[in-house]
């Protein structure tokens, strides 16, 4: 597994402790995806969601405070256990992709990125790598990172309390 950490893309590692199986479950069972896919005060709804390659969704994540944000996407890679793919593109509530900056964005946040998740198995336990093509800092500043770190905490509560 590729470890080399680029400026270009957004880098988060974390350790679960639950097997690789059950770490992938959590993203890939629409049940379990419902309740921590949304930052902390956040939900997220999915209008269209088909987990498998070349499937395709369509979510509204519902933040109190700035609205919704739409976004739609396709699954590129789907490998059990190992590995998933997707795209995101910032879009309308009809599935439209629409410009970031459109929606009150940052305006270097780019349309469409493609999100790499990874699961290896280590001493009984998972190591997730997540990377995002878009600059890290950008996604700090944005709030794209920490909601990713907020909703890979929510996944580890789900995953303690199954």
């Known amino acids: 597994m590729e470890d080399r950490v680029s400026n270009n893309e957004v880098f988060i590692e974390k350790i679960f402790n639950a097997s690789p199986e059950k770490v992938f479950s959590a ?3 629409p049940g379990k995806l419902v309740k921590w896919f949304a930052p902390d005060g956040c939900t997220v709804y999915f209008k269209k969601l088909v987990i498998e390659t070349g499937g395709r969704f369509h979510s509204c994540v519902t933040n109190p405070r700035f609205g919704d944000c739409w976004c739609i996407g396709e699954y590129k ?3 059990p256990g ?3 793919v997707f795209t995101m593109i910032n879009a309308d ?3 439209n992709p629409i410009n970031p900056a459109e929606i009150g964005m940052d305006p270097d946040w780019p349309g469409q990125t493609l999100v790499t998740v990874t ?3 280590e001493n009984g336990k998972t ?5 995002q093509t878009v600059s890290q800092e950008l ?3 944005t709030g794209a990172y920490p909601g990713w770190l907020q909703m890979l905490n929510n996944m580890q509560i789900l ?3 199954n």
């Open 159 to 161: 995953l303690d309390q």
């Open 93 to 95: 509530e009809n599935g």
């Open 127 to 131: 190591k997730m790598q997540l990377r």
């Open 77 to 79: 890679e789907i490998v």
């Open 27 to 29: 993203w890939t069972d």
């Open 119 to 121: 699961f290896a198995e």
């Open 139 to 141: 996604a700090k500043r």
């Open 82 to 84: 190992r590995k998933i």
